[in-house]
């Protein structure tokens, strides 16, 4: 139990387009969900908190038009980068938290985006 | 800001031998949990071990324990017997609840066979 998947593992696209990152937990109900950014060789970076029906809440820094958030239901929420840049290339991971739980979130597999 | 300090870059430790990673951490909080994270080349991120603040007694999960010393801010890990599967990067991190987790720069480990 407890599957998190990403849709894409891997995408390439060109400079100035959008691409959209799925997260999905397969057999549990997650109200919140969190997007991380990891460069090479660094450590994970809390991106923002998706939450089911509300707004994102980004951390400081994060550009919140660039990165959009939408947790449309208890078990999807999507990063779409908008206008992707070589800079936005990086590893990009996401994490649900299981309603009812008091602290274990699950991570996807991540996904690796690189803009050309 | 809350930080996580991982001092180790890089370890190394022969097969079957014992090693400690340390991770300190800043928080002005009484309540949250400390985990150790494991990250092979996959990048998929395994839960190695968690800690809650309020206890007192140091979590074990098989050959992983941890050492939690709360008035001193420090949270190391350390692996038994350890495998050629252990080969990993390891990070540290801090949460809180339903809370996004803050993690430490992490320490490649690698096992001489």
């Known amino acids: 139990g407890a599957v998190v998947s990403q849709h894409p593992s891997r995408v390439i696209c060109k400079s100035g387009t959008s691409v959209k990152i799925e997260c999905r937990s397969l057999?549990?109900?997650?109200?919140?969900m969190f997007w991380y950014r990891q460069f090479p060789k660094q450590s994970l970076m809390l991106m923002a908190t998706s939450n089911e029906g509300s707004k994102a809440t980004y951390e400081q820094g994060v550009e919140k038009d660039k990165f959009l958030i939408n947790h449309a239901s208890l078990t999807l929420s999507t990063l779409t980068v908008t206008s992707a840049h070589p800079e936005d290339s990086s590893f990009y991971i996401c994490s649900a938290f299981p309603d009812g739980k008091d602290y274990e979130q699950y991570f996807g597999p991540g996904t690796r985006l690189t803009v050309t | 800001a809350q930080t996580v300090t991982q001092s180790q870059p890089e370890m190394s430790v022969q097969e079957a031998e014992t090693v400690t990673l340390s991770c300190t951490y800043d928080?002005?909080?009484?309540?949250?949990?400390l985990f150790w994270y494991k990250q092979p080349p996959s990048r998929q991120m395994i839960l190695v071990i968690r800690q809650e603040a309020y206890k007192q007694q140091n979590a074990t999960e098989n050959r992983f324990s941890v050492n939690f010393q709360k008035a001193a801010k420090s949270f190391s890990l350390k692996i038994s017997d350890s495998q050629l599967g252990d080969a990993a990067m390891y990070f540290c991190a801090k949460g809180r609840g339903a809370d996004g987790l803050t993690f430490g720069k992490g320490t490649h480990l690698i096992i001489q066979p």
């Open positions: 928080t002005s909080e009484s309540d949250y949990y």
């Open positions: 057999d549990f109900q997650a109200t919140t």
